[in-house]
């Protein structure tokens, strides 16, 4: 009670100061000259809530998705990059029946942000973020399916992330180890375990979970049955690394970042802010703004602003705003990190996985230096040729021999329709007979996997329910 006390009442008294620095002015500055000041309610609504959050509380992640259970790892838990999880846990939903031989089940990969909540059930009956896809009759049908979906480790919604108590009680912060996409695929697949599900019907992932599903039915590909990828990649390209790396830095330049360790104080709400405000630029398509927004102002008959003034600048904002406190930066940091080094070229998984044996330190970093840059001379050296990157794409898929399923969409700019045709091609190559791609012409841009129900999920139902 105490420290709690200390702690406001020092926030408060740097109360000024932090505005300042975080850029916010702290009290309005007069005119100067015959022109009238500039009005900024953008400004205003931030100092606002900078103001609120100096008196607290904390925002409590696990309270905005609620009704999962959860499963609790009896071992430490090695990450690829060293470092370990002790106690791991894993939030995770459910639908469905699980039949007898538990050969039903199918597991759902989520995106960057993803909870476990992909649908609405009765300990939680807030529609789920695949609402519309997963259900009695739907593209996954829960009259036929047992569905799973998890929370990643390194997310905020229930599972083992930097916002979790680590064996000492506090926080991990960025002391928490560096993540693979690989990590929270083998994460999940103790999860199975524990759920005496052996195989897999099949691993279904759309965005990073389409990274995850390709990553689940190539290293497990005994416990895959079928695999859907729908707009990822079979390797992290240049654009999206460099788009998720302004994001990164745009938070960690918020004053209140702190390093990570910002959990007993000020939340780093502007650099979130902006860091989703970057994001949902990739998320959608500029066809689909053109016909939504066009160049339409929110008060036409005023003066242009700094402000949100144009449609499309508010539609961002908006969406910026909800999201700022709803998810932990720390976990942005680590899953968009994953992200960008995911890699399924078998010398890459070769390497993380002798590493892994053979690193049990601690990462000290959020950023990577040069000696944990990749050492093997196939798949990151910059003399190898495209045929030798195809190479060793083609061997790090050679076990995924399921019925799969590739989904793209013509209007994205976040993971290109190239990168799909290269997971098609790739596991063609291996010598997989039973891949099907698909290239939707949407306007919705990547978003269009939680949007274009019809098309999405009829592709999806056909190949799940698909006897071959």
């Known amino acids: 009670m105490l420290r709690t006390s200390l702690s406001l009442l020092r926030r408060h008294a740097l109360a000024p100061r932090m505005l300042r620095a975080a850029g916010l002015r702290t009290s309005a500055r007069p005119s100067s000259g015959s022109n009238p000041p500039m009005d900024f309610p953008c400004i205003d609504k931030l100092e606002t809530r900078q103001r609120d959050l100096l008196s607290g509380p904390e925002p409590t992640y696990e309270k905005i998705v609620t009704g999962y259970q959860t499963y609790q790892h009896a071992s430490p838990f090695t990450c690829d990059h060293g ?263 078998y010398s890459v998984t070769q390497r993380l996985e002798k590493q892994r044996k053979e690193r049990q330190t601690p990462c000290t970093s959020v950023c990577m230096d040069a000696s944990e840059q990749p050492a093997s001379e196939e798949g990151h050296s910059d003399v190898e040729t495209g045929d030798e990157i195809m190479a060793d794409l083609v061997r790090g898929v050679s076990s995924a021999m399921q019925p799969t399923l590739v989904l793209g969409v013509q209007s994205d700019i976040l993971f290109p329709v190239r990168q799909q045709k290269e997971i098609a091609d790739i596991l063609r190559h291996a010598g997989n007979t039973k891949v099907t791609y698909y290239e939707l012409d949407a306007m919705y841009g990547h978003d269009t996997f939680l949007i274009d129900v019809v098309n999405v999920g009829a592709a999806i139902k056909g190949h799940l329910e698909n006897s071959d």
Request: glycine share 8%.
């Open 83 to 345: 470092g370990q999880l002790s106690g791991m846990r894993i939030a995770y939903e459910t639908w469905g029946v699980l039949n007898a031989e538990k050969s039903n089940a199918i597991l759902i990969h989520t995106g960057l942000s993803g909870s476990s909540h992909a649908r609405s059930h009765e300990r939680n009956r807030n529609p789920g973020w695949w609402e519309k896809f997963i259900g009695p009759g739907l593209a996954i049908d829960t009259n036929k399916f047992f569905v799973i979906c998890t929370n990643v480790i390194g997310g905020c919604y229930g599972s083992t992330g930097p916002s979790s108590l680590d064996e000492s009680g506090e926080r991990y912060a960025t002391a928490f180890p560096l993540l693979t996409v690989n990590d929270m695929v083998r994460a999940q697949f103790h999860l199975m375990d524990h759920l005496g599900i052996r195989k897999l019907h099949a691993s279904v992932g759309a965005s990073m979970g389409g990274m995850q599903s390709l990553c689940a039915a190539a290293l497990h590909s005994e416990r895959v049955g079928r695999l859907v990828t729908i707009s990822a990649c079979a390797r992290s390209h240049p654009y999206s690394i460099a788009l998720r790396f302004a994001q990164r830095q745009a938070l960690m330049s918020d004053p209140n970042f702190n390093r990570g360790h910002y959990y007993d104080g000020v939340q780093p709400h502007v650099g979130m802010k902006l860091a989703r405000s970057i994001a949902t630029v990739t998320y959608r398509s500029g066809p689909e703004w053109e016909l939504r927004f066009g160049r339409r102002r929110q008060k036409p008959d005023q003066p242009p602003a700094l402000c949100p003034d144009f449609l499309i600048e508010t539609y961002l904002d908006h969406q910026s705003e909800r999201f700022c406190l709803q998810y932990d930066a720390n976990s942005l940091l680590y899953v968009s990190k994953a992200m960008d080094m995911f890699d399924i070229s």
